[in-house]
């Protein structure tokens, strides 16, 4: 049994079949280990720690998480009112699994976001016109045209870039990815965890910390699908744009066109699908998608 470990990877034994032999070998697996994520806001007379949420990630760029967990849930209005992010002082022992975020400016914390559900993270029972709208209530906005705008080539080469980056996923194979990129095809940051969820908030997170937010210049490439999800971390962080290695959601394709966003999904060296946007491709201005996304049925 694989042991805890601040590493992002641990070894473990494994049975190995194959061809009709077995044998017992060394193997790498993610780790995975829960993360509390408290907030604490300027109050009278001091400070008020709120707990906000426990997520299952990989370790590493911890504060890039929280940071981007805060901000692109809507709990923090303003990635710039963020004072410091560490690792709870309170804790013992020290597991360095309690993140607390502090915030300059009480203002920027928008306290409902505590108590409404978070339609992003289950949507069980609620349409997709209700997970839209908690979006837009957030302060979520459609991104603005004139912003980035990339070659088709380099678009293509985009997951073979990526793919190079994963050094977690090069020896445990169990990882997900995002990768910010610029308007040559650039991979200018990359962040692995073992939520897909997490690796976008750890990108976004690392740019909140920077001051580089919003992203209006930047796209956003993951190793997996697309989904709701992903598109609404996107946008808050104003990312025109979002390519995925695989396929994209209904709800996915809905929220691209809704909020502007170019949408591309199974890109691969040869090729790609365009779902929404294509005016930021160059080659296919003009292409929006090919065909409206119906409301899924319910079940009967």
């Not at 494994?14 to 995975?32: L, M, T």
């Not at 991104?143 to 985009?158: H, K, M, N, Q």
């Amino acid at each position: 049994m694989a042991t805890i470990s601040r590493r992002r990877a641990v070894r473990t034994r494994v049975g190995r079949r194959r061809r009709g032999w077995f044998s017992e070998r060394s193997d790498s697996v993610a780790v995975e280990e829960p993360m509390e994520v408290r907030l604490e806001v300027p109050a009278r007379g001091g400070t008020r720690e709120h707990p906000v949420s426990v997520t299952m990630r990989t370790p590493g760029d911890d504060f890039e998480l929280a940071a981007g967990f805060l901000f692109t849930e809507g709990v923090v209005t303003d990635p710039r009112a963020l004072a410091d992010v560490r690792y709870c002082r309170e804790v013992e022992p020290q597991e360095y699994n309690v993140v607390t975020a502090t915030l300059r400016d009480p203002g920027a914390f928008d306290a409902a976001s505590l108590t409404r559900n978070f339609y992003v993270t289950s949507s069980c029972g609620v349409c997709g016109k209700a997970s839209l709208e908690s979006v837009e209530v957030m302060g979520c906005a459609a991104v603005p045209d004139g912003t980035l705008r990339i070659d088709e080539s380099a678009l293509r080469a985009l997951p073979d870039r990526l793919r190079t980056a994963q050094h977690v996923f090069e020896r445990t194979g169990g990882i997900h990815a995002a990768g910010l990129f610029d308007a040559v095809g650039r991979i200018v940051l990359v962040r692995e965890d073992v939520g897909r969820h997490n690796a976008v908030d750890k990108v976004v997170g690392a740019l909140a910390l920077a001051g580089g937010l919003p992203g209006s210049e930047r796209g956003l490439v993951v190793s997996g699908r697309s989904s709701f999800e992903i598109l609404q971390k996107a946008a808050m962080a104003g990312f025109p744009m979002v390519v995925a290695v695989g396929a994209p959601s209904s709800l996915a394709v809905v929220f691209a066109r809704r909020f502007n966003m170019t949408l591309a999904g199974f890109a691969k060296a040869d090729g790609f699908n365009i779902y929404s946007g294509g005016e930021r491709i160059a080659g296919l201005e003009g292409v929006s998608g090919v065909e409206e996304v119906a409301e899924p049925e319910r079940g009967r």
